[in-house]
């Protein structure tokens, strides 16, 4: 199993800056692409950024140049530099990991983070 736990979710002003990050711990053989996800009321969960276990990064156009999403392979973290935020982008933020395991054969996983809410007054 795989535990995701995240942090750095709270209540900011327009223009503001928020950081979440995420770590992974539990049976892991390797981290494929790892990911923020949100999810505003009455609306969709969407993908924020992801980045691969390369480096290469993805960013919905809506948060482009305003977030940073970054990696540690060694400590099985990623966090999401939030900069310059909007009222829309208040929602429930989640980790996203897709974990490859190794039990006598290789299967990949997605697993979930809790959920850390980020709110933007305006």
């Known amino acids: 199993q795989v535990q995701l736990v995240e942090s750095g979710g709270g209540s900011v002003q327009a223009g503001g800056s928020l950081r979440l990050s995420c770590a992974a711990s539990?049976?892991?053989?390797?981290?494929?692409?790892m990911g923020w996800y949100r999810q505003a009321p009455g609306k969709q969960r969407e993908v924020v950024a992801s980045?691969?276990?390369?480096?290469?990064?993805n960013y919905a156009d809506s948060v482009k140049g305003r977030f940073t999403i970054s990696r540690d392979n060694a400590k099985k973290t990623v966090d999401l530099q939030m900069n310059s935020l909007k009222a829309e982008d208040t929602a429930v933020y989640y980790c996203?990991?897709?974990?490859?395991?190794?039990?006598?054969?290789?299967?990949?996983?997605?697993?979930w983070g809790q959920g850390t809410q980020v709110t933007v007054s305006s």
């Open positions: 996203n990991v897709d974990v490859l395991h190794d039990s006598g054969s290789y299967y990949t996983k997605h697993y």
């Open positions: 980045i691969t276990s390369g480096g290469t990064t």
């Open positions: 539990g049976s892991i053989f390797s981290i494929n692409a």
